[in-house]
């Protein structure tokens, strides 16, 4: 084997010293450089000898180099020769005669292929050297990352490092020769020797072999097998580094592991699996999952622009790996030792379904008999999990013995030949175990030892059936606005010229908040009774009213007491509030004027009535803009271990809110952190359980809460799902949408077969044809027809666009901000994937912003509005707009995290949890350069305060949040050719969820 003797001299500072001669030498704070040769195939007689330097840490600082060259080696006292004198090219007809030279045909259609892939847009051969240069300048507009794009086309291609002035390809005759590198900064004399190396050009070099790859375990998605391979760089390879750029993964159908690579690769029988070469992760981005420290994954199939193209592996197929490293010229090196990989079934089988479980006595022996469905899928078996504390059910967590009965997987039954499998659990032993419940899980296990997720709890009740005693009426503690007088002063006192005996009264009434709409004054001979209105005035726009009265102290019938009461915007009555007793004398005084300034104000107050005395009112937040929930206090009742609280926006249908232990109390306290948007009147009930989860019957409290209006933004619908259920011959869809939760008459879903929406059809749905989930906010609905005046039904194969429109009970119509694309497909294509791929998430990556977004405000803001709910938000990118009297303002987008890309979401503010995936595969991303406006239902923007031209631009996470919990983000991108994951980021710094 021939190859050559790389010196690296950024490291061997010593070596360059002594090399120089009246030159500064490259200092070793200016970075690392490498200089290497390496010899090809010979070509009309002549050697191909292509020499490469670059600086490992960052750019070189000279312009031009000097190339020399000595025969017969570096010892061989021959004299150093200049060959020539590189620097960067911009002359496109120069670039053209360098490129299209024979000897360099394969590394230009590799660069082409690479320019194509940048500019997404097919380039001929009259363009490709000036797209080149615009790559390599950075002025492409669409270039996000420029230096590192500009960096990896120079490494991966020699004709990009020639223009770059960073290569050279010599044409000497075959023999060995000694290199010497030099700058060239003056145009003169050459100052710095940078690097020797000695190159053996009698044939072409040969990179060593890498290690043999090792094929690496890791589940799969379900429907699409892989096969993930990873493999070591061997030490003879680490030697020859320099000159190495990436690998090649070849493969053959069956066990082909005694075949010769070499006779396999030239008869055809080998396909080279990966388009551009595979580079070499670095140690920091490897994890300790097995996921996350593989080189390469195979699916058998291709992604281009088009989409995915090839057929799913099938389990059980054999295929046969070898791996080959490329050099700088782009000549294969020795391959590996081959690997033989059996293609696996890495894929859980589905969860079972319909489990049931039933308590009985046999023979007066206490069993709990188990069914469930038969699983439709591969299934081989069934493992039964039973849990003392419901609890735990569903966890594999290891716990201590309960009541002496150990907890997690007890059995496995095989799949029966036919019909429902079942399961019996005879472990109960009476009577120690009297009065207990237990709760049973099942799962499924396949034939490679994959097993699904625990299905739903099922509980199985030997003798304690009884539910306890229902709770009685609580204690409602609300909070709420109140109008209240805050100030009462005498401001005047004088005596009078008039009468002395009759005294004069003015009242002025002055309202320090707008939204207190009218005073009133009564008076009374006897406090607390036969009170009568001498004034009733609604407060002007000054926010002063005034009122005058003559009072004869000495008169019978003369009204000695006054009382104030005020009236809110929204029509409530608050008071009514006497006169202080410090100013009772003074009002009675024979002969004075007396002038009294009366404040009026609001204030957010704390009100707890038991239940039953009709509606109470209940404002969501206080004034400083925090939570402030609705409690309810519950008294113990016999054998009540808890209490299940139920909240109704209708007063029909209960969801429930939270359920809690009384843990040894003589009474608990419930909170709802309910907020409707639009005004509602909302109904409670609760019911009480015992330890084994035994529910009382309803109570339903007598007492309804009344929500306000809020002045924040209406809850419009967003689209979330449509999923394809039924036949072909009577195909449904499964429908779910956020929207409003109040003051909801019904909903309208309209279906069109283009995206603009002009020719639709579209179904009323009533209460009674949808469900509504409180918890998450989700409503949910089953279709089998699309046009009320038809009845016409879901086409088969036929794309729709479904959007929903709120229907309120004031009449009034809100439309979904978004439309979801639909296909009910009879023969799904083998292209189809999943809508959300769960994918593996990488360790910690680079840095991500995330913050709490309130609804937007009706500013004067010169941001477009964006028709979006509250939620948080994760900044991938920013949105500049300009101003210029020719083109108004105009907009341009620059994003930090490009598509595709997946977001996920964890919880902070409590232990264990695990990141969820809340985005589907985000390909792209719709902007309005135009009007500044980003028309996607996932994203956002918000002005910079600092930078009213700047918008943040943001992912958009409105999917279950719960009030007052804590969760970061991260962002996984995915690579646009392979579908993996490419470059991760997060975690974010937390975000609370709070009120919009």
């Keep these: 084997m021939m190859w050559t003797a790389v010196k690296r001299l950024g490291a061997l500072c010593l070596t360059a010293a002594l090399l120089c001669a009246g030159g500064s030498a490259f200092s070793q704070d200016d970075g690392t450089v490498f200089f290497t040769g390496v010899s090809g195939q010979a070509v009309s007689g002549k050697a191909t000898v292509l020499l490469r330097w670059y600086a490992a840490d960052g750019d070189l600082p000279y312009e031009t180099y000097s190339v020399y060259r000595q025969a017969g080696g570096l010892g061989s006292g021959s004299p150093l020769e200049k060959i020539s004198e590189t620097q960067r090219l911009r002359n496109e007809p120069l670039i053209r005669s360098i490129c299209e030279q024979p000897r360099n045909a394969r590394a230009l259609t590799e660069l082409i292929d690479v320019l194509q892939n940048l500019y997404e847009s097919p380039i001929g051969n009259d363009e490709y050297a000036g797209k080149l240069i615009a790559v390599l300048d950075g002025d492409d507009a669409t270039c996000t990352a420029c230096t590192m794009r500009r960096n990896m086309l120079v490494q991966s291609n020699y004709l990009a490092a020639i223009v770059e002035g960073l290569g050279y390809l010599d044409a000497p005759a075959p023999g060995v020769y000694g290199y010497e590198l030099r700058t060239s900064s003056n145009g003169g004399d050459d100052d710095v020797i940078l690097g020797r190396i000695e190159v053996d050009a009698t044939a072409p070099s040969q990179l060593p072999e890498p290690a043999q790859p090792e094929e690496v375990d890791v589940p799969g998605i379900r429907g699409h097998l892989k096969v993930f391979l990873k493999w070591d760089m061997t030490p003879d390879l680490e030697d020859h580094r320099d000159a190495m ?149 569903g966890h594999d967590d290891a716990y201590s013995p309960i009541d002496g009965m150990t907890e997690g997987l007890i059995a496995s039954v095989p799949q029966p030949a036919t019909g429902a499998p079942s399961f019996t659990d005879h472990q109960i032993q009476y009577p120690d175990m009297a009065n207990m419940a237990y709760w049973y899980c099942v799962s499924a296990v396949d034939f490679w030892g994959n097993e699904s997720a625990m299905s739903p709890p099922e509980r199985g009740v030997l003798f304690d059936i009884t539910p306890p005693e229902p709770p009685a009426q609580p204690l409602i503690c609300v909070h709420r606005r109140e109008c209240m007088m805050t100030d009462f002063k005498l401001v005047s006192d004088t005596p009078r010229t008039e009468s002395k005996e009759i005294s004069h009264v003015t ?144 007063c029909e249908n209960f969801y429930a809110v939270d359920e809690v232990n009384f843990d040894g109390a003589s009474e608990l306290t419930v909170l709802d952190a309910f907020r409707p948007e639009q005004g509602a009147r909302v109904c409670y009930a609760a019911r009480t359980y015992d330890e084994n989860h035994n529910f009382s019957s309803m109570t339903y409290l007598t007492s309804q809460v009344l929500f306000p209006t809020l002045e924040s933004s209406l809850i419009v619908p967003s689209m979330q799902s449509a999923t394809p259920l039924g036949t072909s011959s ?172 997946i977001v996920y979401r964890k919880r902070t503010d409590k232990t264990g949890q695990a990141y969820q995936q809340i985005s589907p595969l985000i390909e792209s991303i719709n902007f309005d350069a135009t009007n500044g406006e980003v028309r996607d239902p996932f994203f956002t923007m918000e002005e910079f305060t600092d930078n009213k031209r700047e918008l943040a631009l943001y992912f958009l996470d409105t999917v279950r949040l719960i009030q007052g919990a804590k969760y970061e983000y991260k962002i996984v991108q995915l690579n646009g050719d392979s579908g993996e994951i490419a470059r991760e980021y997060g975690p974010s710094n937390d975000v609370e969820v709070m009120g919009p």
């Design 245 to 393: 750029f990436g690998y090649n993964v070849y493969r053959a159908d069956g066990d082909r592991s005694s075949d010769s690579f070499s006779s396999l690769l030239a008869s055809g029988a080998l396909r080279k699996m990966n388009r551009l070469p595979l580079l070499t992760p670095s140690s920091q981005a490897l994890g300790d999952s097995p996921e996350e420290g593989y080189l390469f994954a195979d699916d058998n199939r291709t992604f281009g622009r088009s989409g995915p193209t090839g057929a799913p592996f099938r389990a059980g197929d054999e295929y046969t790996y070898w791996v080959a490293a490329r050099d700088l010229l782009g000549q294969l090196g020795k391959a590996s030792d081959p690997t033989v990989a059996l293609v696996q079934d890495k894929q859980a089988p589905l969860i079972p379904r319909g489990l049931s479980a039933t308590a009985r006595k046999l023979n007066a022996t206490p069993e709990v008999s188990l069914t469930w469905d038969r699983n439709p899928d591969d299934a081989r078996s069934y493992n039964i999990y039973r849990f003392r504390r419901y609890d735990h059910a």
């Design 507 to 650: 009242f002025i009434l002055i309202r320090d908040k707008d939204d207190i709409a009218a005073a009133i004054i009564q008076t009374s001979n006897n406090q607390g009774t036969d009170y009568k209105t001498l004034f009733s005035e609604k407060f002007p726009k000054t926010g002063r009213l005034t009122f005058e009265k003559d009072i004869d102290p000495y008169g019978k019938d003369e009204g000695r007491y006054f009382e104030f009461s005020f009236i809110g915007a929204d029509g409530e009555r608050c008071g009514p509030y006497p006169v202080p007793e410090r100013f009772q004398n003074a009002l009675y005084s024979p002969g004075k004027d007396l002038v009294f300034e009366i404040h009026v104000n609001w204030e957010y107050k704390r009100h707890c009535a038991p239940a039953g005395h009709g509606p109470v009112r209940h404002d969501p937040y206080n004034d400083m803009g925090g939570i402030e929930p609705v409690e309810f206090t519950f008294k113990q009742t016999d054998d009540a271990y808890g209490v299940a609280l139920y909240r109704s926006p209708d």
């Design 730 to 901: 009577a195909p449904e869809t499964a429908l779910t949408w956020l929207g409003p939760s109040s003051s909801v008459a019904g909903f309208r879903i309209y279906f069109s077969t283009d995206e603009s929406g002009t020719s639709s059809t579209s179904v009323l749905l009533s209460p009674s044809e949808y469900s509504y989930d409180g918890g998450s906010g989700l409503y949910t609905a089953l279709l089998s027809y699309i046009d009320d005046e038809t009845g016409a039904g879901l086409s088969i194969s036929q794309t729709y666009y479904i959007t929903a429109e709120a229907v309120l009970q004031n009449g009034e119509t809100y439309a979904a901000n978004n439309n979801l694309s639909f296909i009910w497909s009879a023969e799904p294509e083998d292209t189809d994937v999943p809508a959300w791929p769960v994918r593996g998430m990488p360790p910690s990556g680079d840095s991500l912003s995330a913050k709490w977004l309130p609804s937007p405000s009706s500013s004067t803001s010169t941001a477009p509005p964006q028709p979006f709910t509250y939620g948080a938000g994760v900044q991938i990118g920013v949105m500049i707009w300009s101003s210029a009297k020719e083109t108004g303002i105009t907009y341009e987008h620059t994003l930090s995290v490009e598509p595709p890309f």
